[in-house]
């Protein structure tokens, strides 16, 4: 799968520019050098199980975490320039995790089925019409009871994020009739190279019925 076969999304029409325009001259700014914190807490509590997807995985830096915790990872993204750069630091760091190009909106094309699900700053840059678009794409790849993280921009503080999310759009998405249910929602700040102190967030735990 390469950008030149799949429509651009919201995010990219807006900004003009492809996904990996934003990892070509150096770090995104969505990047700064580690895993997030929120996610980090996530594989301190055990909480990645089974085979683990990393949904826009970009150059790797959660996905390498999980992974270096012994579960199975496999990363995602539409960017090529992201993934060649989480494919050199697996093998800087010795550890093994998969990194393959995929379609958000089209994730039944990987054939393959998970038991746990990362969303980390992916969810938040589509639109409302995306957004049912993704849910059931991911619906496609999630085994019966999977569980799935969604790390995302909030609207808890005016002005601070580029694409805030609000409970209200977390439920409406994940509602009873798309197959998922949201178990969970809590305040999370998320690191970014352009926020000193992070960024306000949510992180959604929600279930695959």
């Not at 895993?35 to 790797?60: I, N, R």
């Not at 089209?106 to 969303?119: A, K, M, P, V, W």
């Amino acid at each position: 799968m390469s950008e030149r076969t799949r429509q651009p999304t919201s995010h990219e029409r807006m900004s003009g520019r492809p996904w990996d325009a934003s990892y070509q001259d150096g770090p995104a700014p969505w990047e700064f050098g580690g895993p997030q914190p929120a996610v980090a807490q996530l594989v301190s509590e055990g909480a990645f199980g089974g085979a683990v997807l990393d949904a826009g995985c970009g150059s790797g830096d959660n996905a390498l975490l999980i992974a270096s915790s012994g579960v199975p990872v496999v990363g995602f993204d539409v960017a090529a320039t992201a993934l060649a750069r989480a494919r050199e630091k697996a093998a800087e760091h010795g550890v093994d995790a998969e990194f393959v190009a995929a379609d958000a909106l089209q994730l039944d094309e990987l054939g393959r089925r998970f038991d746990t699900i990362l969303d980390s700053g992916l969810f938040h840059t589509f639109d409302a019409g995306e957004r049912s678009q993704y849910v059931v794409s991911l619906a496609s790849v999630a085994r019966s009871g999977a569980t799935l993280y969604v790390l995302c921009f909030s609207d808890e503080e005016p002005g601070a994020v580029p694409h805030p999310v609000s409970q209200i759009d977390l439920h409406a998405a994940f509602a009873a009739d798309s197959g998922w249910s949201v178990l969970s929602i809590e305040a999370r700040r998320i690191e970014t190279r352009v926020h000193e102190s992070g960024a306000p967030g949510w992180l959604a735990t929600v279930r695959r019925n």
